[in-house]
C-alpha cells in the first residue's frame, strides 16, 4: 500500500514546513507501515470511543467498549440512549472517570437525537463547517474529541491533535507550546485536505510518540524522524 501523500514520494527535500511536514509523513510511514487506524468497527463506536478515551489509555476504552458490545447496546444511538445514566456509568467505568463521561455521552446522545432525530449518518453528512462548531457546543466534547469523531467516524478531512502531535512538533521546532487550533491549522494550511492522509498521519505520530518520542526518556537514536 502506498501512502498518501501532500507531494510525490520522490519530491526533492524543500525549504518550506510543507516539505518538511510531507518528509516526516514519509518517514514515519517507512518506519511504522500503515496504520488501519480507528479501532472501531462502526461510527457510533468510534464517536463512543473517542469520549471514552479522554484522559485514559485505549486499553481501558476496549473495556469499557466489550462491556457495552455485550448487553448490544452499542448498535444504534437509540439503544445506548435507552441506558439509565447510573447503569452506563457502571458499564464504562473501566474507562475511568465514568460518571463525567456517562453525561458526555448522554449529551453526545441527546444532541444527535434532538439535531438529527438519532440518525448519526446525517449528523456526521453534514459539512464540516457546519457540524464542526455544532459539536464543539455539546458539553464534553473538545476539539481534539470533535475532530477524532468528524475524521475517524465521519471522513472529514479534519487534523486531529493531541498531546503525541503537540510534543513531537515542539521538540523539533515547529510551533513550540502552541494550542490545539494553532497547531491544526498549521497541518491543515500545509498539507492537501484529504482525510485519509490525516487519518495516517495522525495514527503515525501516535506511535512514534508511543514507541520513541515519550514525555520522559524519549528514545531519540534511531529515531525515524532523526535528523529531519
Known sequence: MRPVSAQSEDAPPGPGLAARLDRFYHQLYRHFGPQGWWPGQTPLEICVGA????????????????????????????????????????????????????????DFLRFVREGFGGDLGAMLAEALETIRPRLLAVRGIGPETADSILLYAG??????????????????????????????????????????????????????????????????????????
Open 155 to 228: 471522513s472529514h478531512a479534519t487534523f486531529v491533535v493531541d498531546a503525541y502531535t503537540r510534543r513531537i512538533l515542539g521538540r523539533h521546532g515547529i510551533a513550540p507550546g502552541a494550542g490545539y487550533e494553532t497547531v491544526r491549522e498549521l497541518f491543515m494550511s500545509h498539507l492537501p485536505r484529504d482525510a485519509a492522509l490525516y487519518n495516517e498521519y495522525h495514527a503515525l505520530l501516535v506511535a512514534l510518540g508511543k514507541h520513541r518520542c515519550r514525555p520522559r526518556q524519549p528514545r531519540c537514536g534511531g529515531c525515524p524522524l532523526e535528523g529531519l
Open 51 to 106: 469520549i471514552l478515551t479522554q484522559n485514559t489509555n485505549w486499553r481501558n476504552v476496549e473495556r469499557a467498549i466489550a462491556a457495552l458490545a455485550a448487553r448490544g447496546l452499542i448498535t444504534s444511538v437509540e439503544a445506548l440512549e435507552r441506558v439509565p445514566e447510573p447503569e452506563l456509568a457502571e458499564l464504562i467505568r473501566p474507562a475511568g472517570y465514568f460518571n463525567v463521561k456517562a453525561r458526555r455521552l448522554k
